[in-house]
């Protein structure tokens, strides 16, 4: 919601900017507020800890897994699919639909990483009791070697889908760090060299390499850091979950007083379908308010200090929207006691809205 803003063209329709491109000193904030080291190194220790507890085949517990995950995403891209031609014929501009597809997709990519990394589990778990705190370290070196070749001599006879290469072994890093924590393979004094490690390669990245601040894509700039994950990525990453790791019983004791557990367990229930709609509910208020013009911090350029005020304005708005949205939404992560063609029904809506949103117009 802070680093997603709206122009308001002369045709009265919505395009996408961030308010990076006018900020590059904001950019700090990214290595705070992208949290995905944290997120695979979680998921794998909860996926480590779900396996060893499966009581049927690998197969079962995969098919399981993938399915929680993939509910609340045919459920988001299946009811849009619905509401583009319906907001089309309200006389919603195509170029707005095209931009509200597109934020709407954006996120669920995190979606099919995380299901191809969670698939790896069993040989996650093989590779930790193998070489323990160390069976991440291969993924590094490859996501350095690859970008070696991206960014270093003779970079330019390199081809440009060289880079995708970086995709599962960057993101897998954190995620055998998580598997290899909850297999007992990370103390407390590994997780200073993670903690340690990580700043240190991220401060001669940044630094001395010149890899690009911002954590999350820029538009305009010719590097990123976030897709593919460069090296960067993983450096942050270890430095994440180093210190995540350290500070794991203090979070744990704060955790134990019910009023702040409860929260915590309430948003995690829902924590899918806040992935799948927080998008949405920024779209359902910059949507009806494009038809009454500019609004700071809503439809307004985000090139102004101006604009990062009122867009935390608008952030409780958006969240109502979110909760109202979630109240309904929240449907798609339970299991589908539906018939199955109405979920084939489902799957070809999804798979047309994908092609709509992927597709250049």
Not at 13 to 18: C, E, M, V, Y
Not at 52 to 71: E, I, Q, Y
């Amino acid at each position: 919601w802070l680093l997603g803003g709206f122009t308001l063209g002369d045709d009265g329709a919505l395009r996408n900017a961030s308010p990076l491109s006018a900020f590059g000193f904001f950019a700090p904030a990214s290595w705070v507020l992208q949290m995905l080291g944290i997120f695979f190194l979680v998921g794998g220790y909860a996926s480590v800890r779900s396996y060893h507890r499966r009581t049927g085949s690998t197969a079962d517990w995969l098919r399981g897994r993938v399915a929680r995950l993939g509910r609340p995403v045919l459920g988001v891209t299946a009811v849009w699919a619905v509401l583009i031609p319906v907001l089309y014929a309200s006389g919603v501009p195509g170029t707005t639909l095209r931009t509200g597809s597109t934020l709407v997709v954006q996120p669920l990519w995190f979606v099919g990483v995380y299901t191809v990394v969670t698939a790896l589990t069993p040989y996650c778990v093989r590779a930790s009791r193998a070489f323990g705190f160390w069976a991440a370290a291969p993924l590094l070196l490859t996501v350095a070697a690859v970008d070696l070749m991206r960014y270093g001599p003779g970079a330019d006879a390199v081809p440009s889908w060289l880079s995708v290469l970086n995709i599962l072994p960057g993101w897998l890093f954190a995620y055998q760090l998580g598997v290899s924590w909850g297999e007992g393979r990370i103390d407390r004094a590994r997780a200073r060299i993670l903690l340690i490690g990580g700043a240190a390669l991220f401060a001669v990245l940044l630094l001395v390499f010149g890899y690009p601040a911002s954590m999350v894509g820029v538009p305009g700039e010719a590097r990123t850091n976030s897709h593919p994950p460069s090296l960067l990525v993983l450096a942050l990453a270890s430095a994440q979950s180093g210190a995540a790791i350290l500070l794991r019983e203090r979070i744990g004791r704060l955790l134990a007083r019910p009023k702040v557990w409860a929260p915590v367990v309430v948003i995690n229930l829902s924590a899918m379908t806040i992935l799948c709609w927080h998008q949405t509910a920024m779209l359902a208020a910059a949507v009806p308010a494009s038809y009454a013009g500019e609004l700071a911090g809503l439809t307004t350029a985000p090139d102004t200090l101006g604009w990062v005020a009122a867009r935390l304005a608008w952030l409780p708005v958006f969240a109502a929207l979110l909760l109202l949205i979630g109240r309904y939404a929240r449907v798609f992560e339970r299991p589908w006691r539906t018939a199955r063609p109405t979920r084939v029904l489902a799957g070809v809506l999804a798979a047309g809205f994908a092609c709509y949103a992927l597709v250049p117009g």
